[in-house]
C-alpha cells in the first residue's frame, strides 16, 4: 500500500457513458497526477495539480475533464469516449517543493471503452 | 520540452548475469526516479537520486546519476527471476510546481 487509493480498479463503459474515476491520498501530499498507460505507449502525463491548482495539461482532449476539489482528492471525469482510450490509469501524489520529492502511485484504473 | 528516453527497451538475460539500463534526459535536473512495475500493478518506488554523483543501492540494484550528462544508470547484478519486471526512470521538473516525466521503459524479463 503506498497510501494513495484509486476506484474503481476496473471499469468498463460504453461510448456514450460519463464516468468518473477517483483518487485519494492522506499523505499530505500538494501535488497530484493523472498518467494513462497504454499497452504499446510509455507513459503519458495527462494533468498536474499543484495546491488544488491545475498546472499542467497535456493535451488531452476535453472528454477527459479533471477535478481536484482539495488536495488530498483527484477526480477524471470521462465522457463519450473512445475505444482508443482503453488504457490503465494512474493516479500519483507529491509533496512539491521539498527535497525528498518522491511521487507515489496508486494501484490504477483499468478501463475499457465498449 | 523535457524529453527522457530509457535503453534498451526489452531485455532479456541470463540468471546470474549483470547487466545496465541507461537513460538520458534532456534538460537540467537534480532529481531522478527508479520505479518498478510488475504486470498489471501499479508502480513501485525503488531510488530518488538527488544530486550529482548520487549513488543508491537496494539488493541486487544499483542507480547512479551524473546530472553534467544528464544519465542515469540502473545496474543489476547476479541477476535473479523476482527482477523481471518493467522498470522506468522519471526526472522531475519545475520545482515547486511539479511535473514528474517518465521514460519510455525497459522491460526486463530473467530467464533461467
Known amino acids: 500500500e503506498t497510501g494513495v487509493t484509486q476506484t474503481p480498479r476496473h471499469l468498463v463503459m460504453g461510448m456514450t457513458n460519463k464516468k468518473s474515476l477517483k483518487c485519494e491520498q492522506h499523505l499530505g501530499h500538494n501535488a497530484m497526477y493523472w498518467y494513462k498507460q497504454s499497452a504499446k505507449k510509455p507513459l503519458e502525463l495527462m494533468f498536474v495539480y499543484n495546491f488544488k491548482e491545475q498546472t499542467e495539461n497535456n493535451s488531452v482532449p476535453s472528454r477527459f475533464s479533471p477535478e481536484c476539489p482539495n488536495s488530498s482528492h483527484l477526480f477524471l471525469h470521462l465522457h463519450t469516449l473512445q475505444p482508443e482510450d482503453s488504457a490503465l490509469y494512474l493516479c500519483a501524489s507529491s509533496a512539491p517543493g521539498t527535497m525528498n520529492t518522491e511521487a507515489f502511485f496508486g494501484q490504477g484504473t483499468r478501463l475499457t471503452v465498449v | 520540452e523535457l524529453k527522457v528516453e530509457q535503453n534498451p527497451l526489452f531485455l532479456s538475460m541470463q540468471e546470474g548475469k549483470n547487466y545496465t539500463i541507461y537513460c538520458n534526459y534532456s534538460t537540467t535536473s537534480d532529481r531522478l526516479y527508479w520505479y518498478r512495475q510488475d504486470p498489471g500493478k501499479s508502480l513501485e518506488s525503488l531510488f530518488v537520486l538527488l544530486s550529482n554523483g548520487a549513488v543508491k543501492q537496494e539488493g541486487r540494484l544499483m542507480a547512479s546519476l551524473d546530472t553534467k550528462a544528464r544519465l542515469s544508470t540502473l545496474h543489476i547484478t547476479a541477476a535473479v527471476h523476482d527482477l523481471s519486471a518493467t522498470y522506468f526512470c522519471?526526472?522531475?521538473?519545475?520545482?515547486?510546481?511539479?511535473?514528474?516525466?517518465f521514460g519510455t521503459g525497459t522491460r526486463l524479463t530473467i530467464i533461467p
Open positions: 522519471a526526472v522531475l521538473s519545475n520545482f515547486g510546481n511539479e511535473k514528474l516525466t
